[in-house]
């Protein structure tokens, strides 16, 4: 069953601009994740936030935690051409299941 | 070089075909998994194995075995397959099962199944 929920579907920034991906969730977690998807390739792990965490950063990326609204955002600052790819939050639910939604597919244009 | 090796990377097959799929992980990680990517739909689990013991098997139709003889390798074995099982099948590991330890999912590349 689907647990994350992203938004917007879709995306496209002009190169140099920051882009901002929410996600949304029904049940209790214990950390939430985000995971970037190139075409064709496997997921590659961005960050884990936890569920007593409100924000992280890793590099260019900064996540947010909102347990109380069951929501999450991913914000990616100073866009890159690199950056186009599909991106997916995945929850880490306490019956020990890691659940991902539909994904994010960002566009960055040069 | 991701860790986790996945072959073949696409694979065409018949549905009174029989094949499987291999997945094996240079991590040393104690779960491994697999997942089915389907155009416009969300990553659905199929299976899990924790320490080589099956502990997820999710409603997934028996034309489906899977098998895992190690820690470090993963099958999917097929037959009699359906069109609609073409799709992206993805292999995962992590370090232990128990999201509480905040493990997080290493994939390999996929294999993309095309079912005819």
């Known amino acids: 069953s689907q647990q994350g929920e992203e938004d917007p579907q879709a995306l496209s920034i002009q190169e140099g601009e920051n882009a901002t991906m929410n996600c949304s969730y029904k049940?209790?977690?214990?950390?939430l994740q985000w995971y970037r998807q190139n075409s064709g390739r496997g997921l590659v792990h961005l960050i884990l936030?936890?569920?007593?965490?409100r924000e992280k950063h890793s590099g260019r990326l900064r996540v947010t935690l909102d347990t109380s609204k069951k929501s999450s955002s991913l914000l990616i600052t100073a866009s890159r051409a690199a950056d186009t790819a599909s991106y997916f939050c995945?929850?880490?639910?306490?019956?020990?299941?890691?659940?991902f939604g539909k994904g994010t597919r960002l566009h960055i244009l040069p | 070089e991701t860790g986790v090796t996945q072959t073949p990377r696409h694979l065409v097959m018949g549905m009174t075909n029989k094949k499987s799929l291999k997945c094996e992980q240079h991590?040393?990680?104690?779960?491994m998994y697999w997942y089915k990517q389907s155009a416009k739909k969300p990553l659905e689990l199929m299976f899990v194995?924790?320490?080589?013991?099956?502990?997820e098997n999710n409603s997934v139709p028996s034309r489906f075995s899977p098998e895992c003889p190690n820690s470090s390798h993963l099958f999917l074995h097929l037959h009699t397959l359906q069109p609609e099982d073409s799709a992206l099948y993805l292999c995962?590991?992590?370090?232990?099962?128990?999201?509480?330890?905040?493990?997080?999912?290493?994939f390999g590349n996929g294999t993309r199944l095309t079912v005819t």
């Open positions: 049940t209790s977690i214990n950390n």
């Open positions: 194995y924790s320490l080589e013991e099956r502990v």
């Open positions: 991590l040393g990680h104690n779960a």
């Open positions: 995945a929850t880490g639910n306490r019956d020990d299941k890691i659940i």
């Open positions: 936030i936890r569920s007593n965490e």
């Open positions: 995962a590991s992590s370090q232990v099962l128990r999201v509480a330890y905040n493990s997080p999912l290493h």
